[in-house]
């Protein structure tokens, strides 16, 4: 038990530091795959190129500007009614609307202020990204895998889980190497889901 429990800190750990690996990188190149305007990867691409942008501009971000440029330009890309969804699973059936409402914006803020801070300390350089053609899942979802290459690092795989909402296209997770956003929100927040589930004196023995 404590071996499993301290696997997946560790896969925890290894997740929140090679996506903050990602968006906190201050500036990149791109392979010959680069996603067109029409791609869903394009969405992803044109975030990275404003981080890039962005964390040139100043060695130390204010971070009141930092905070706000990441609520306006890097946030609205994720959709979080949609993460909320997953990560509660069936304990979202003892949830009052509220609850959902409280929940997902504590998974909010726990999102950008963890971005925030690494985004505000972390610097590297000689980083590339590497996308692969989107493949998709009907009309409104699609999956687009990209490669991030580093001299002094092994290769980072980042795999991108998008739905379409309307004419835009929206992250709804984020594997990195393998480890899900979704499942480490789910570990870190399940001392506070347990409280939503179905009263003893309910229950069927």
Do not use: C
């Not at 971005?115 to 350089?125: I, R, V």
């Not at 991108?160 to 296209?169: A, L, V």
């Amino acid at each position: 038990m404590h071996i499993i429990t301290r696997q997946i800190r560790i896969q925890a750990l290894t997740f929140v530091a090679l996506v903050s690996m990602l968006l906190a990188l201050p500036s990149f190149a791109y392979t010959s795959s680069e996603p067109t305007a029409e791609d869903p990867g394009y969405v992803i691409k044109t975030t990275l190129d404003k981080i890039t942008t962005f964390s040139s501009n100043s060695d130390k971000v204010d971070p009141a500007r930092l905070r706000g440029f990441i609520e306006n330009q890097i946030i609205p890309h994720f959709d979080f009614d949609n993460m909320s969804h997953w990560i509660t699973g069936r304990y979202a059936r003892y949830m009052s609307d509220k609850d959902k409402t409280d929940f997902q914006r504590n998974l909010r803020e726990t999102f950008l202020s963890s971005l925030a801070k690494h985004l505000g300390s972390f610097d590297a350089k000689n980083t590339h990204v590497r996308f692969f053609p989107a493949r998709y899942r009907g009309e409104d979802e699609a999956f687009v895998n990209t490669d991030v290459y580093r001299p002094d690092a092994l290769t980072v795989q980042l795999d991108f889980r998008m739905r379409r909402e309307g004419n835009d296209w929206k992250i709804i997770d984020i594997k990195a190497n393998g480890s899900s956003a979704v499942l480490y929100y789910r570990d870190h927040f399940m001392s506070q889901l347990r409280q939503y589930q179905r009263p003893v004196y309910a229950r069927r023995y």
